[in-house]
């Protein structure tokens, strides 16, 4: 990691929209009383942010994203992504 917590194996274009990313999961993951990880690793937000989906059958093609996260938390993501 760069300082500052950002991934360096990120394009640099990438990296805001990975920390947007990053707020909403923390965010769902205090709303829900869970650690961040059980709502996405950081792998996962790293690959969506590296080639952002926009639609759920593109998010569902997402490693870590399967039909149980992809039907909770699918929306939510794409509106994130949302310029």
Known sequence: RARGGAPVDLPEEAVPVFERL???????????????YVVFHDATLREIAAAPPSTLEEL???????????????????????P
């Open 22 to 36: 990053r707020a909403w999961r923390a965010a769902t993951a205090k709303e829900q009383g869970v650690p961040a």
């Open 60 to 82: 569902g093609r997402v490693s870590g994203v399967g039909e149980g996260k992809l039907a909770r938390y699918g929306q939510q993501v794409l509106d994130t992504l949302a």
